[in-house]
């Protein structure tokens, strides 16, 4: 087993998750002068992340070899400041990734592919995804309660709904019950680059942001 170390804010919660989710988060707190460990990791890859109150997430890709102790090095969280609310987009998943740093939170319609699972998940295949390091993320939101859109936005997501109904290969459109818009606060954390998909050498399992219902008030990415 190795061991894992670094330095954020004081008193931030950090968490490591392995990047094929092969296990739970595990979570630690940072002590006054910011530092924190993890004693027992085993050897890989994993997710690391950041928060505090008043402070965005942040995470970054570490990896854990052999028996030394591993330097995680900084971890600097961003102030968090709340957007002032505006006309609210009807996005793609595609589309609300590549704008996640236009704004902190922000309430959003998003449509995807639902997909459920362990997390669910809306999906949807973009050209560009989301890397940290050499760790690649899926392009997918997962979801934290969110609600069904107001009938106001009936119009503009049908718009989106075809563009997805119309995408994929030949023969391989996705199932129309499938693709489906909810409605709540998008949140993606800080330390996530767009690069070309999917060329990175490895892939984590973990959505890349999330989307919150808007009575939520934890709106950390990384559970």
């Known amino acids: 087993m190795g061991s894992l170390r670094g330095n954020t804010a004081a008193g931030a919660s950090v968490r490591i998750a392995p990047v094929d989710g092969s296990s739970e988060s595990i979570g630690a707190t ?3 002068a910011g530092n924190f460990e993890f004693p027992s990791v085993a050897p890989g890859w994993y997710i690391l992340s950041g928060t505090a109150p008043y402070f965005r997430e942040m995470v970054k890709a570490v990896r854990v070899a052999g028996d ?10 961003l102030l968090a400041l709340q957007a002032e609310q505006g006309p609210v987009p009807v996005l793609t998943v595609c589309e609300a990734l590549e704008k996640r740093n236009s704004v902190t939170y922000w309430p959003a319609v998003i449509v995807g592919i639902f997909k459920s699972g362990m997390d669910e998940t809306l999906r949807l295949d973009c050209p560009t995804q989301l ?8 392009s997918s939101i997962a979801l934290t309660r969110p609600s069904a859109p107001p009938d106001e936005f009936r119009a503009e997501i049908e718009k989106k709904r075809q563009e997805i109904l119309k995408s994929g ?25 767009s690069a070309p998909c999917c060329r990175a050498p490895v892939e984590t399992v973990i959505p890349p942001a999330r989307l919150f219902g808007l009575a939520e008030k934890d709106l950390r990415v990384i559970r």
């Open 169 to 193: 290969p030949p023969g391989a459109h996705p199932r129309p019950e499938r693709v489906v818009a909810l409605y709540g606060i998008f949140v993606a954390p800080s330390g996530l680059a």
């Open 131 to 138: 890397v940290t390091g050499e760790v690649a993320w899926p």
């Open 30 to 32: 940072a002590d006054a």
């Open 68 to 77: 030394a102790p591993t330097d995680a090095g900084p971890l600097t969280l």
